[in-house]
């Protein structure tokens, strides 16, 4: 019994998955972008809707990276690459691009013998950018690397500054 309703839990996961993925490959603008270089992968993001009024509220973090084995102790970090802005001619549209990842570094602290190994996604250059919702953001990157993202927000509040 456990195991078909885990089955069933995890098709119903694997079936959305898909489905939002389609969705962002289906986007009535996505054709206008270029299909990604040999070596490169696209990555498409399709924002959550919101209003015009209430988008200046938010920021997306894109953050560029790859899953990486680690020690599981030290910090890591890829250096180099950096995500450019490209404009989509005759669109008006941006698109970003990591051309390259540096290679990767990381703190220096001694690993306890025996220590396993852990597989980590390990970021390389991150940018913030404006929320739109009514566009996709698409980043192209190296086919090993993968673009992870987060959505900011601000509180609705703007405070007054004092003059002095």
């Not at 549209?93 to 602290?109: H, M, N, Q, R, W």
């Amino acid at each position: 019994m456990k195991t078909k309703t885990t089955r069933v839990i995890l098709l119903s996961l694997v079936s959305l998955l898909v489905g939002v993925a389609n969705a962002a490959a289906d986007h009535k603008y996505l054709k206008a972008f270029p299909k990604p270089a040999k070596g490169m992968a696209r990555y498409v993001i399709e924002l959550p809707h919101k209003d015009r009024s209430e988008e200046n509220a938010f920021k997306v973090e894109l953050i560029v990276g790859k899953m990486m084995l680690t020690d599981g102790v030290n910090r890591m970090f890829l250096g180099g690459g950096k995500i450019a802005p490209k404009p989509l001619k005759g669109w008006g549209f941006t698109y970003y691009e990591v051309p390259k990842l540096g290679p990767a570094a990381s703190t220096l602290i001694g690993v306890p013998p025996g220590t396993p190994k852990v597989e980590k996604f390990v970021a390389g250059p991150s940018q913030l950018i404006r929320y739109n919702s009514r566009i996709p953001i698409v980043v192209y990157v190296p086919q090993d690397a993968e673009v992870r993202y987060r959505i900011w927000s601000t509180k609705p509040n703007i405070l007054i500054a004092p003059e002095k």
